[in-house]
């Protein structure tokens, strides 16, 4: 069955540095997510992207954030100074269609911020 | 203020009986809300959906009911099994989804 992958599992690094975060989604899937979860709390959307442009983002998603599709599978999500508060788990995911569709999720990636 | 909401933090559940876990929301005008499960180190997953037109919908083992009257949603999961053991998040939305915060299901031997 097709999944979402996300590379690292875990990025440690310093405040203030920049962090790519990379992502693989389901391959006929057109609209992509990403979501953080601070531990213990509840998941949060960060940004929705289609056809090359970002559809919607929450208030979370300031000038620091950043997301790419650099080619045809990958989906990129950068954090350019990155802050204590940005650690969190950063989830991918990525639905055929737009409203009404099942967003698929990928394992995640763990941010730890030192 | 938050658009979805659970109830319990934590609910326990003998293997073998019925869990029904309970979600709350403020948006009278939600039309679309998502039942999600998340196990340990991994994301959400999908379980069940329902739309606002609808009332009840069921899956294999699951089944969601919908009260618009009261604003409420649950989640049943049939004859528990130690698999479904996980975090239960429900969630509402077309397009970005907003999560609320989860139940913690444990399952007793």
């Known amino acids: 069955e097709p999944e979402v992958t996300q590379t690292p599992s875990h990025q440690v690094t310093q405040m203030g540095q920049e962090v790519i975060l990379r992502c693989v989604p389901i391959?006929?899937?057109?609209?992509f997510y990403w979501y953080r979860q601070i531990l213990g709390q509840k998941v949060e959307f960060l940004v929705s992207?289609?056809?090359?442009?970002?559809?919607?983002k929450s208030e979370i998603f300031d000038d620091q954030f950043s997301v790419e599709r650099p080619d045809g599978s990958n989906f990129t999500l950068k954090i350019r100074s990155t802050k204590l508060e940005d650690s969190a788990m950063y989830f991918c995911?990525?639905?055929?269609?737009?409203?009404?569709?099942?967003?698929?999720f990928g394992p995640g990636t763990r941010l730890t911020v030192l | 203020g938050e658009s979805v909401g659970l109830h319990l933090p934590t609910l326990s559940v003998q293997e073998g009986d019925n869990s029904i876990i309970n979600c709350a929301y403020s948006?009278?005008?939600?039309?679309?809300f998502i039942w999600y499960k998340q196990e340990s180190g991994k994301g959400p997953q999908f379980i069940i959906d329902?739309?606002?037109?609808?009332d009840k919908r069921q899956g294999q083992r699951v089944t969601v009911l919908l009260n618009k009257t009261v604003k409420h949603l649950s989640l049943q999961i049939a004859a528990t099994q130690p698999g479904d053991s996980a975090v239960y998040f429900c969630?509402?939305?077309?397009?970005?989804?907003?999560f609320g915060k989860g139940t913690r299901l444990h399952i007793l031997p």
């Open positions: 948006n009278s005008a939600s039309d679309y």
């Open positions: 391959s006929n899937h057109l609209y």
């Open positions: 329902i739309r606002s037109n609808m």
């Open positions: 969630a509402e939305g077309r397009d970005k989804i907003i």
């Open positions: 992207f289609y056809n090359n442009e970002i559809s919607e």
């Open positions: 995911a990525s639905s055929v269609g737009g409203s009404y569709n099942e967003q698929f």
